[in-house]
């Protein structure tokens, strides 16, 4: 099974600034790496998939990178509604894995 | 507009079976994979089951297969997971996902408000 772990486990940021989550493979997923948005009481919602593909409603302030075991999702220009959960998941092999989940919160 | 609605969670002993359902609008329904994927509240995200547009093609996680079936009913836009000899770590909020292409990637990009299901006696 390929293990999914995201660092750091609750990230704590002002609003206005820049976060970066980071997600890491145990071994290689190419770019089958999709990321997701959980707000408190509501559905996860696709951000990403491709590593890099934005889905449809995000703006321009979220954007991800990575290939292989390494994958980053940076947020620039935090704004209020941006401070939720947010899971990796790979979907190169079966079983398909998520990550454990980051926290962002308000600082 | 996508529309997921799960149904036909509650209370059920260890052991017992229980029969969710997912009704669908908004898209093709038989055009796209579908998929379950729960998760314990407050805790993270587990992929359940998938299940190809014709019904053809089903997979399960290794703690469900063997006793989770997952079915669709492209007549009625609906998905279906038939839960039996559950147990308590099955107890979670059950999401109905589908799938964000019409070839299946396993990547979920329109979800359900779930239904929760609690396996306890």
């Known amino acids: 099974e390929t293990m999914m772990t995201q660092s750091p486990g609750t990230l704590s940021v002002s609003p206005g600034e820049r976060a970066t989550l980071s997600c890491t493979a145990s071994e290689n997923i190419n770019i089958n790496l999709a990321w997701y948005q959980q707000k408190t009481g509501q559905a996860p919602r696709l951000l990403f998939y491709g590593a890099s593909i934005r889905a449809t409603g995000f703006p321009a302030r979220f954007s991800a990178s990575g290939s292989g075991t390494q994958f980053t999702l940076t947020i620039t220009s935090l704004e209020s509604e941006d401070f939720a959960v947010y899971y990796c998941?790979?979907?190169?092999?079966?079983?398909?894995?998520f990550g454990q989940g980051t926290t962002l919160e308000i600082k | 507009e996508v529309r997921l609605v799960e149904s036909g969670g509650g209370l059920v002993q260890p052991g017992r079976s229980q029969r969710l359902s997912c009704a669908a609008s908004?898209?093709?329904?038989?055009?796209?994979?579908m998929h379950w994927v729960r998760q314990v509240p407050g805790k993270g995200l587990e992929w359940v089951a998938s299940?190809?547009?014709?019904?053809?093609?089903?997979d399960y996680a290794n703690s469900v297969k063997g006793r989770f079936t997952i079915s669709r009913d492209n007549a009625k836009n609906s998905l279906h997971l038939q839960m039996s000899s559950l147990r308590p770590e099955d107890s979670g909020l059950y999401f109905c996902?589908?799938?964000?292409?019409?070839?299946?990637?396993?990547?979920?990009?329109?979800w359900g408000q779930g239904t929760l299901v609690t396996v306890s006696s």
């Open positions: 299940i190809g547009w014709n019904g053809a093609d089903t």
């Open positions: 996902a589908k799938d964000v292409g019409v070839q299946s990637l396993v990547v979920f990009d329109s």
């Open positions: 908004g898209f093709t329904f038989n055009d796209y994979t």
């Open positions: 998941q790979q979907y190169h092999k079966w079983p398909y894995t």
